[in-house]
């Protein structure tokens, strides 16, 4: 069997409404609208996707989100295993991030900020090939995912806030949101590496990016105009206090679209 099975179930710890979507089949969905970024802007509303693999009964409702990239980076043997229903949809593309040979995460290492640092460093050619097509995506919202949605689709996520200039305390913030809708398959170990989704860990790994390969930036190879381009694609500029913000939702109106892990699926 091919990469971590892990099982979704319902939580008593929310993740916050504002950014947890009900798309039915995903428990791990989330659009990362309104994560602050340096100077002030924030990642604008609809921009940004990620989430455990799709299933059939979720299609409609991801592309009723205004998704018009999906990046499935699963290896070509999940695909084959699990095909995603949008498969040969326009708007589909499968663009694995692991070698071929590492076909179990938990092999890669024995803690996930070990793991993460191998995906890096063996990587990073396929990891910017993903950040070159969020970069280049049409108009719309691009949806990123694995398996689970937690690591593959962690740090590609991390990698891809990192450009538009989120801090890393709120990109670890929103990487650990995952534990509240994740539970490990039986075993020691794999409740072992469940209990380290947390902020320190993706913490770590940033730390580990900089300090091994100088940030993202030069990790990635990226030219300045495809930075440039991501992070204008992802990002809108600060509001301006006197006008009210269209994208904050009275909470006294319920959001159907919107739900928590004690809600979803």
Request: proline share 10%; glycine share 8%.
């Amino acid at each position: 069997m091919l990469i971590m099975k892990e099982t979704f179930v319902r939580q008593e710890s929310p993740m916050p409404v504002a950014t947890a979507l009900r798309w039915p089949g995903c428990d791990n969905a989330r659009d990362l609208a309104g994560l602050p970024t340096s100077g002030g802007g924030r990642i604008r509303k609809g921009a940004l996707f990620r989430s455990d693999r799709p299933r059939p009964a979720g299609v409609e409702a991801v592309l009723a989100s205004g998704v018009r990239l999906l990046i499935d980076l699963r290896l070509p043997a999940e695909c084959a295993a699990d095909p995603s229903p949008l498969a040969g949809h326009p708007v589909y593309r499968n663009l694995p991030v692991l070698r071929e040979e590492d076909t179990v995460l938990e092999a890669m290492a024995e803690t996930l900020p070990g793991i993460y640092r191998a995906i890096l460093d063996r990587g990073a050619d396929r990891i910017a090939r993903v950040l070159t097509a969020i970069a280049l995506a049409p108009p719309g919202g691009v949806l990123v995912h694995c398996h689970a949605g937690r690591d593959r689709t962690g740090l590609v996520v991390a990698l891809a806030l990192t450009l538009a200039g989120v801090p890393d305390e709120e990109i670890a913030r929103d990487y650990a949101r995952t534990a509240a809708c994740l539970t490990p398959d039986p075993g020691e170990r794999a409740r072992r590496l469940a209990a380290q989704i947390t902020a320190d860990t993706m913490l770590e790994t940033l730390a580990y990016l900089r300090e091994r390969y100088g940030g993202a930036v030069p990790y990635l190879g990226l030219d300045e105009s495809l930075s440039s381009r991501l992070k204008t694609r992802l990002t809108e500029a600060p509001p301006d206090p006197s006008t009210p913000d269209p994208s904050t939702p009275d909470p006294s109106t319920p959001d159907p679209s919107i739900a928590d892990c004690s809600t979803a699926g």
